[in-house]
């Protein structure tokens, strides 16, 4: 072999997985087929999971103070949500351009030693029993014993899978631009003129100068062009006449695309050796930010399991659970966004059956309970990951929370990029001890209960007896090591 892990596509879903996979001790070889990174940012916003799972790898704070980074409004298909609309918001959505938290990553992984492979394009994709070997078109070929696709929604490894990609093809196109704005200060999230006409901006921080930028989208009758028609300054100016008449003006136009309403989905995230993620695995319309997280959320879920299989010690089926997973998390997200588009009324068709749909819609937002649920879905929050054992316990499959431990914050404990065992009262010490060389214990760390974290942040087990404690250290941690020592790495107060 050549490296242990071949990651294709170094955007922000590939370079979190190389990360993860870094962490976990694993070689890693980086490869893109753009001979630089892009200069341009698909996506301009990060949700709270992400953040928080940035904050478990120590990279939040220094991502945050390389730029201007505001606090966004979150919204659901353009009706703004209030920032405390769900109570586990630890930490509010943030604005960060694509670009600059590929840079950010970029550097972060050259620190470490791993230098992204640029322009190689893959151009041939074999596996068997015991790896997978890429061939690129400078000649190149990597031999790794698994390979993860982040190359983007037109996935070269995708198509040379010849992997179901079920879903909807793009109907209608809409712009997305990053601009500099006269007039923009208060702008709403999302406004709509009588004519159907309609457009949405989102803070971006500032440019190199120090100047406002903002994320614009903009659609409307009349305004679907194939994708191929470059976007004019003009067409960018007469869009927001139409919304907002002469009092919002177009300064700079930076970068500016079309979009596409497509929908689609991988029927199976995992070919044998290979693994689909990001927008290799799933593509919708970028509303609320959710394409970019999604797919980093999908290198956190697999990253520690690729680490546990080269290591030797992930135990059967783990690997399989990165589908089980991830598949339902991206289902859900085509969902609502598919939700999102009709209310928008996305493609301009001003059916008065939709407009009264919103209008009833809106009304129901200003519930409490509503707000609450409508903000963890937008936040990346309501996944709630199937549990083998079925056990009710409110936290188990979902994102623990953060909490002083007396050692320090859960968080920071999972820097690591081992699980975490909470023992308050010191009662799982000889039921942990054989898998202490892959898990942390916590002992005295009231006022936590009982829990068991997985590298990725999510609770695996949340529990009394150390019969239960045992079952789920196997199921997702490996067999038991007769020769580990006791330890409690972290002790509280």
Known sequence: MDTDVLVVGAGPTGM????????????????????????????????????????????????????????GVGHFAGIPLPAD????????????????????????????????????????????????????????????????????????????????FPGRAGTATTIAADVRLSGADGLATHTRSADGQWAAVFPLGTDAQGRPLRRLAMGGPGRSLPREVPVTEEEIRDG????????????ELCYARRITN?????????????????DAAHVHLPLGAQGMNTGMQDAFNLGWKLGAA???????????????????????????????????DWTGTRDPDVAATRELFAELVELPDVQRYLGDLMAGMAI??????????????????????????????????RGVLLDPDDS???????WSDRVDRVGRCAPAEPMLIRPDGYVCWAAA???????????????????ATPTARFRGR
């Open 16 to 71: 979190t997985a190389a990360n993860e996979l870094l962490l976990a001790g694993v070689a890693t070889v980086l490869a893109d087929k753009l001979p630089q990174r892009s200069a341009l940012s698909r996506a301009g916003g990060m949700q709270s999971r992400t953040l928080e799972v940035l904050d478990q790898r120590g990279l939040l704070e220094p991502l945050l103070a390389a730029g201007d980074h505001p606090v």
């Open 85 to 164: 609309s769900a109570p586990r918001h630890r930490l509010p959505w943030r604005s960060v351009p694509q670009v600059a938290l590929e840079g950010f990553l970029e550097r972060h992984l050259e620190a470490r030693g791993l230098r992204v492979r640029r322009d190689h394009e893959l151009v041939e994709l074999a596996q068997d029993t015991d790896g997978v070997t890429a061939t690129f078109a400078n000649g190149s070929a990597v031999r790794a014993r698994y390979l993860v696709a982040a190359d983007g929604g037109h996935s070269t490894v995708r198509s040379l899978l010849k992997a179901d």
């Open 240 to 251: 927001l006449r139409a919304v907002f008449g002469e009092r919002v003006g177009l300064l």
């Open 262 to 278: 497509a929908a689609r989905q991988a029927a199976q995230y995992r070919h044998g050796r290979v693994f689909l993620a990001g």
């Open 310 to 344: 080269v290591r030797g010690w992930a135990p059967q089926g783990l690997l399989d659970t990165y589908h089980t997973e991830r598949h339902l998390a991206g289902a859900a997200v085509l969902r609502n966004v598919q939700v999102q588009s009709l209310l928008m």
């Open 384 to 417: 709630r990951y199937p549990m083998p054992d079925g056990d009710p316990h409110p936290l188990l499959g979902r994102p623990a929370p953060d909490m002083d431990l007396g050692p320090a914050r859960l968080h920071e404990l999972l820097r690591s990029g």
């Open 428 to 434: 799982f010490a000889e039921a942990a001890t054989p």
């Open 465 to 483: 007896t150390p019969q239960t404690l045992r079952l789920s250290l196997t199921r997702w941690f490996g067999a038991p090591n007769p020769s």
